[in-house]
């Protein structure tokens, strides 16, 4: 037991030497903290671009009309907003961008969940109209993107509240997204 242990310590060293001998290598340069260089940013300060495609006052403007003002609520896997002074309260704007998202994808899960879709079109692009059963105070419309992906809108006025049309406004939204993709 002792022979074998032995011989397994042994063929052991023997690998870890070959394994340093044979990794000798200079590497010229002044060694770095990881992240000081100029070509790696570490606060990660871009990845929630999408959430500015579209301003608060466009935001405001087109859920809300004048007198509103949009302030965001969430950043993170989707984009949030409380539209203050719309009409029959506070509303509230959910955006989404999937890059790897597809029209396809969204209407299954539509059909899952019980929600009416209808085909809307954005020119070169093509769209889904997305309602929940009996809240006529919601809507969404999901686009394709330019390049891949969708990016979507969704629009929730003060249930029962005297409002526009949820459509108009989420449709309004991703025509300014689109063009902004562009």
């Known amino acids: ?12 060293l023997l690998a870890v030497g070959g394994t340093v001998v044979g990794c000798g290598q200079t590497v010229r340069g002044t060694p770095q903290a990881a992240g000081a260089g100029d070509s790696v940013n570490t606060k990660f300060d871009k990845l929630l671009r999408e959430c500015e495609a579209v301003t608060l ?13 949009a302030q965001s609520s969430f950043y993170g896997a989707v ?3 409380d539209v203050l002074g719309a009409p029959g309260g506070n509303a509230m704007a959910t955006l989404n961008w999937y890059e790897n998202g597809s029209l396809t994808n969204e209407k299954a899960n539509n059909d899952r969940l019980g929600y009416s879709t209808a085909n809307v079109n ?4 093509l769209g889904l109209e997305t309602r929940r059963p009996n809240d006529p ?3 969404g419309i999901s686009a394709a993107a330019p390049d ?3 990016v979507g809108w969704w629009i929730n006025y003060r249930a029962g509240s005297a409002h ?19």
């Open 1 to 12: 037991m002792r022979a074998r242990r032995g011989a397994a310590v042994v063929a052991a």
């Open 57 to 69: 006052d466009q935001i405001a403007e087109i859920i809300g009309g004048k007198g509103s003002y």
């Open 79 to 81: 984009c949030m907003w």
């Open 122 to 125: 954005f020119g070169e692009s």
């Open 137 to 139: 105070d919601s809507c």
């Open 148 to 150: 891949t992906g969708i």
């Open 164 to 182: 526009p049309d949820p459509c108009a406004s989420a449709r309004k939204l991703v025509e300014l997204t689109l063009n902004l993709a562009r």
